[in-house]
């Protein structure tokens, strides 16, 4: 098998991702590479774009479910959020061996892989709690917005609490660091990846309201569930203090 064709590939989701996996496992190889299309596109080296289908998604996240466990279902979509090294690598890694071994590879302390998800996970937690009771609005004549520059993807974790949040009304948080926008515009919610919109992408909250807010207002924004969603299947991201603590 050429070089190339063990790199690969998508479009940045959950869902894109493990369409990724499932064609790695089709073709039976080992990955030297798996990378957002939006960092291939400035590599050397060749690589083979998977296109995202939300059935072969929801398949293989199932079969995850079926071979391994709930559990390890959580890890996948938790891991997914954090941004360790070689992250699609580990979690590619993992997901065989749950498919391999079972939902045993969740309590697995000892290999290098597992222990290195699990602290992954243990630190995506701990900063999304931390981040949670430390944001900090501006507060314009419509919405309140606010920036933040976590280290993980923590929006899709916090963003239950926050669209609950009674003492404010519409708002808007950006994510500067992975380009995310959690939302709220009346009785809508949104959390999107604004990475291919033409905008100044803001560093202040004031700068958001002035910058963002109006493209949220007037509805030009496609609302897409960025980050761990699963196709035909709506999870809250309530914390799962079994394996974050």
């Known amino acids: 098998m050429d070089g190339y064709i063990r790199r690969f590939s998508y479009d940045g989701t959950l869902e894109g991702f493990l369409c990724t996996a499932l064609r790695i496992l089709r073709v039976r190889t080992m990955p030297d590479e798996i990378i957002p299309d939006y960092l291939a596109e400035i590599t050397d080296e060749r690589c083979t774009a998977v296109r995202t289908n939300a059935a072969e998604a929801e398949y293989l996240y199932s079969l995850i479910g079926r071979r391994g466990s709930a559990e ?28 391999r071994d079972g939902g045993s590879v969740a309590e697995d302390y000892s290999s290098e892989v597992m222990r290195r998800v ?54 808007i948080i950006f994510d500067k660091r992975h380009l995310l926008m959690l939302g709220r515009k009346g009785e809508s ?57």
């Open 118 to 171: 699990h602290e992954a996970i243990r630190d995506l937690y701990r900063e999304a709690q931390s981040l949670l009771v430390n944001i900090e609005f501006f507060r314009g004549p419509e919405a309140s917005c606010a920036v933040i520059d976590p280290h993980n993807s923590v929006l899709p974790l916090i963003r239950k609490p926050l669209l609950k949040r009674m003492d404010l009304d519409d708002l």
């Open 72 to 99: 390890v279902q959580q890890m996948v979509t938790d891991f997914f959020l954090t941004c360790v090294p070689d992250k699609e690598k580990l979690l590619f890694e993992m997901i065989y061996r749950a498919l």
């Open 189 to 245: 919610e949104m959390l999107s990846d604004i990475r291919r919109i033409s905008l100044t992408m803001p560093d202040t909250g004031e700068e958001a309201y002035d910058v963002l807010w109006p493209t949220v207002r007037e509805g030009k924004l496609e609302i897409r569930f960025a980050g761990g969603a699963i196709p035909g299947r709506r999870r809250d991201y309530d914390p799962l203090w079994s394996t974050a603590c």
